[in-house]
Nanobody, 123 residues
Framework: QVQLVESGGGLVQAGGSLRLSCTTSGNIFSINTMGWYRQVLGKQRELVAS???????NFADSVKGRFTISRDNAKNTVYLQMNSLKPEDTAVYYC?????????????????WGQGTQVTVSS
């Protein structure tokens, strides 16, 4: 079993900052890409940012220059630093990880999701 636990969401005024954290635990052999997605009620979940195990990052155009993503491989944790927040950043933010598990000498890659954390930006 693999679990992803997020923290750091909340309410902030426009222009403010928040930092999200997501820690992966369980039967982990290794973790490949980790990322953050967000979803607004009634809309599709969209990628915000992702980062490979080697540190290569990718961002949605809407957050470039405002958000940064980083990870601590020793702690199996990924962070999303969100600056200059806008009301349109309001959403539930989900952590995602491509985890390699090892069971009976078989290595199985699977995507796992966190439970989501609410980010609300007031104008």
């Amino acid at each position: 079993q693999v679990q992803l636990v997020e923290s750091g969401g909340g309410l902030v005024q426009a222009g403010g900052s928040l930092r999200l954290s997501c820690t992966t635990s369980g039967n982990i052999f290794s973790i490949n890409t980790m990322g953050w997605y967000r979803q607004v009620l009634g809309k599709q979940r969209e990628l915000v940012a992702s980062i490979t195990s080697g540190g290569s990052a990718n961002f949605a155009d809407s957050v470039k220059g405002r958000f940064t993503i980083s990870r601590d491989n020793a702690k199996n944790t990924v962070y999303l630093q969100m600056n200059s927040l806008k009301p349109e950043d309001t959403a539930v933010y989900y952590c995602n990880a491509l985890v390699i598990t090892a069971t009976q000498a078989k290595f199985v890659p699977s995507y796992y999701w966190g439970q989501g954390t609410q980010v609300t930006v007031s104008s």
